[in-house]
């Protein structure tokens, strides 16, 4: 399903806002990375997992709560089959959760957050900064009118207060720089593919061998 089916299958359902799984195959197909994830919906379809490599992450999905954390919907650090099975069973019991995500657990721990707004004065405004948990307490943020250039992008990455994390520190390799540039011009473009779209939340971003993939997505059509 391409990301015109998905928006008027959300717009039929009477719905704004997309779920994780709906707003990542968007991002996807515009040439945003995402974390490789499977979408299970029957404890049966686990058996096509064997060969996912452990530990993983599991997160239910559901229309109608957009924050998973706060219904404890993401479950972090699943270690075997058997502990996946357990975790998908209580994750598909909670009312509303139509499938679960199943992806494995990214090691590297730095976090950003990437982020697309509709402005009714200056338009759209894309956003680079600190992002998991530390978003709101630290408020690191850059943020530029959209369509960004890459002089843009790399005044974005280097004047946040945290830019040394983009670095390599701790063990952890430096981030690919050029990748995570493309990434946010990409998403400074969507808008004029997808000019419904009102805001996209991307919380966190991660980093697998220093290269940068959406971990978590939000994708909100206008009213």
């Known amino acids: 399903m391409g990301y015109r089916e998905i928006i008027q299958s959300v717009r039929n359902e009477g719905r704004n806002t997309l779920t994780e799984y ?13 974390v490789s994830e499977y979408f299970i919906k ?28 706060e219904k404890n919907l993401v479950r972090l650090y699943i270690k075997n089959g058997d502990e996946l099975r357990r975790e998908f069973e209580e994750l598909k019991s909670v009312d509303g959760v139509e499938g ?13 957050l990437l982020g697309l707004k509709f402005d009714q004065q200056f338009g759209y405004t894309v956003v680079f900064g600190l992002g998991g948990i530390f978003t709101e307490a630290l408020k690191d943020i850059s943020i530029r ?5 890459d002089e843009d ?4 990455l280097s004047e946040i207060r945290s830019s040394k994390l983009l670095g390599s520190i701790r063990g952890y390799p430096p981030v690919n ?23 996209v939340d991307i919380n966190p971003v991660m980093f697998e061998d220093g290269n940068p993939v959406a971990v978590d997505a939000l994708v909100v059509l206008k009213d």
């Open 145 to 149: 009118v959209c369509p960004v250039s």
């Open 100 to 112: 679960v995500l199943v992806s494995s657990q990214i090691t590297d721990k730095r976090e950003f």
């Open 177 to 199: 720089s050029e990748k995570l540039k493309e990434m946010i011009i990409s998403l400074s473009k969507l808008p004029e593919k997808i000019p419904e779209i009102s805001e």
């Open 22 to 34: 709906e707003s990542k195959k968007i991002l996807r197909e515009f040439g945003i990375p995402v």
């Open 42 to 69: 029957d404890i049966s379809e686990l058996r096509e997992l064997s060969h996912i490599k452990f530990p993983v992450v599991a997160k239910g999905i559901s229309k109608s709560i957009a924050h998973k954390t």
């Open 153 to 156: 992008v790399m005044e974005m």
